[in-house]
């Protein structure tokens, strides 16, 4: 087995992996957490697509996006938490409130 089949298949590994984890996990940090390794199972497909044949060199523009890629995710993880804090602060929740549920007990839902 070659080793970009590897690389891919970790990499849809990953992508599946967070997508359990955004779709189970009400907690907004750990949302973003399962976001994050969602991209990084993306960037990992992404790389293993690039490798071309084994003897030959493999084509820099992808590696070019995956380190472009990378540090835009780093910029929006940090907008990200920025935003969570803020939304902690403001609600004094971590999670989303559930549709239909009221957000406060006093009003009645929208």
Known sequence: M???SIFGLC?????????YGFITHPHLL???LAFNVIGSGIFLLFGATAARLPSAATDPVPQALIITGIVVALAA??????????YARVTGRTT????GAPTDPGKPPR
């Open 2 to 4: 070659a080793s970009s």
């Open 11 to 19: 990499g849809a590994l990953l992508i599946g992996m967070g997508l």
């Open 30 to 32: 750990r949302r973003l």
């Open 77 to 86: 993880t940090a907008l990200g938490v920025g935003l969570v804090l803020a």
């Open 96 to 99: 989303l409130p559930e549709d």
